[in-house]
């Protein structure tokens, strides 16, 4: 198991952006991911990293967000641009050991961060 915890979650005005922060207690995950969570809503996936730097972006922030990882202190980025109201969620970094996080399937993460609250406002 490894322990997650994420920052920089804040209130900003649409266009504006945001880097969240995921500190990891350990490295030797598979895949480390940023899913996200609105009210009345399921939790998806948001973008994926490898440990080799592979990356996958969902659709919906594809150009707007980044992932990318820190690995001697064990930290995980995403960079948000251009956020839009719809962005506002809970952002939750999750790590998987398995190796089948390349799919950013919520399942295939065992290890879950606290959240950090991002609101968008119009």
């Known amino acids: 198991q490894v322990r997650l915890v994420e920052s920089g979650g804040a209130s900003v005005q649409a266009g504006g952006s945001l880097r969240l922060s995921c500190a990891a207690s350990r490295h030797m995950y598979a895949y480390l991911a940023w899913f996200r969570q609105a009210p009345g809503k399921e939790r998806e996936g948001v973008a994926v990293i490898g440990s080799d730097g592979w990356t996958r972006t969902a659709d919906s922030v594809k150009g707007r967000f980044a992932i990318s990882q820190f690995n001697a202190i064990n930290t995980l980025y995403l960079q948000m641009n251009s956020l839009k109201p719809e962005d506002s969620a809970v952002y939750y970094c999750?790590?998987?050991?398995?190796?089948?996080?390349?799919?950013?399937?919520?399942?295939?993460?065992?290890?879950w961060g606290q959240g950090t609250q991002v609101t968008v406002s119009s």
């Open positions: 999750a790590a998987d050991f398995s190796g089948r996080g390349w799919s950013l399937r919520e399942a295939d993460f065992g290890d």
